[in-house]
Each structure stands twice: as structure tokens, then as C-alpha cells.
């Protein structure tokens, strides 16, 4: 199913004028949703939509939607009322589902995605005048200066490899990308484990890290860059 990425951004600019932001992300989340259940009729592999919030991340059933449905609402709700337009996203994910979401309310979004068969699976659905996706390490020199010459960024999320050493080096890399009063995301941050660095992150730096989280072990942590 390939959606007409330019004409659906269009049209919620437009009902953006009369919507509030409540209406407008829960259009563009009724979009990707309606994306991901035709993504899940034709994946064997894969068996919900979104992670269950109830469910543990090592035991939880494969999902085209990589996120708890409740905080991706709450975050997309803080992008909008902090008026960020432009994002860059460390982690395109299987599916591109939330690169997806984003491309839909964001005026432009670069997302760096190491795995080639996921940015070949999303190619055919980029809207190339406001999306951009990099394939390659997210750590590589090569690829932080092409996301150098991007930006500057109203928001960075990353989302990416979840190990300590690749979230340390992602928050280190990417964070003086965002502007000043922009918004600087990690995902998973309220999990801790082999191949889960992030809360090990945020407690050894110094920034007020705020959460939206529904759920014991997913979570998404920002701040406000000053």
C-alpha cells in the first residue's frame, strides 16, 4: 500500500487551520495505524500493532508499531506544542512507523538508519521535499556530517542502537544539533539491561530529563535545551 505522502501532509496542514492539536495527531496516528494493520496482514513475523505496555520488551510479541500508543501520542502532542517543525531521528525501526507519523505533522524530518533493507522496504513511500533518509552508523563521521548540513533541528529523537556505548555517543553527537529551546528525546529510557543503556545515560549526565511514560519498561525522556 503506498500512500500519497504529499497530498495527506497537505491536507492536514489544511484541517490544521481548523483542528486542534488533538485532532491533528489523532488523524495522523488513525493513518499510520491504518498503514501498519495492512504491514501486519502481510507479516507472518510480525503480530501487533503497538508494544503492549503491560507486556515486558525482552517477552513481548513482535510489532509494526514500535512504540506504546500512549506516550507516542504525548510526545507528538509536546512537538506540536512546542511548535518544532524540523526533527532528525537516530532509528528508522522495521517499518518506519514512527518516521511515518512524523512525516505527516513535522515540515521536514531526517531519519539515520544503519539496516539498508529497512530503508530499502520505506524508499517507495519517501516524500523526498520534506523527507530524508541516511543509511549507515549513526557513530560514523560520514554520516554525522551529512546530518550536520542538515540541520540545525528543532527536536532530535533517538531511537536507535539502545546499547550504552551507541546511546552515549548518539546524545553526545546529535544533541548540539538541536536549537536552542528545542527538544532533545531518548526512547526506552525506562529499561536497563544488556542491550538497554539509556537510563545509565541519563543518570550520568546533567541534563533535567522529564518522561512521558505508560509503561513499566518502554518510556520516552526529553529536555528542553537551554
Same mark, same amino acid.
Given at each position: ?21 488533538? !485532532? ?12 501498519? !494493520? ?32 500512549? !506516550? ?28 511515518? *507519523? ?62 550504552? !556505548? ?11 544539533? *538541536? ?44 529536555? *528542553?535545551?537551554?
Amino acid at each position: 500500500m503506498k500512500i500519497e505522502k504529499e497530498y495527506v501532509a497537505n491536507f492536514l496542514s489544511v484541517i490544521s487551520q481548523q483542528a486542534d492539536t488533538f !485532532e491533528k495527531i489523532n488523524l495522523a496516528m488513525t493513518l499510520m495505524e491504518s498503514r501498519a !494493520e495492512h504491514i501486519l496482514s502481510k507479516e507472518d513475523s510480525y503480530e501487533d500493532l503497538y508494544i503492549d505496555p503491560e507486556v515486558d520488551i525482552l517477552n513481548s510479541s513482535p510489532q509494526v508499531i514500535q512504540q506504546v500508543e500512549r !506516550e507516542l501520542f504525548g510526545f507528538l502532542e509536546l512537538l506540536l506544542n512546542n511548535d518544532v517543525k524540523s526533527i532528525l531521528q537516530i532509528g528508522l525501526g522495521h517499518f518506519a512507523s514512527t518516521h511515518f *507519523v512524523l512525516s505527516l505533522l513535522m515540515d521536514s524530518i531526517c531519519t539515520i538508519e544503519y539496516d539498508d533493507l529497512h530503508v530499502k522496504r520505506y524508499s517507495e513511500e519517501i516524500n523526498n521535499k520534506k523527507e530524508t533518509v541516511l543509511c549507515g552508523d549513526s557513530t560514523s563521521e560520514g554520516i554525522i556530517k551529512q546530518a550536520q548540513e542538515l540541520g540545525p533541528f528543532d527536536c532530535v529523537f533517538i531511537d536507535g542502537n539502545h546499547s550504552y !556505548e551507541y546511546v552515549k555517543l548518539d546524545l553526545e553527537n546529535y544533541a548540539p544539533l *538541536v536549537k536552542t529551546g528545542g527538544i532533545v528525546a531518548l526512547h526506552d529510557a525506562n529499561f536497563e539491561g544488556d542491550r538497554y543503556g539509556t537510563p545509565r545515560v541519563m543518570r550520568e549526565s546533567s541534563y533535567n530529563w522529564k518522561k512521558i511514560s505508560h509503561s513499566n519498561e518502554v518510556g520516552i525522556a526529553y529536555f *528542553v535545551k537551554v
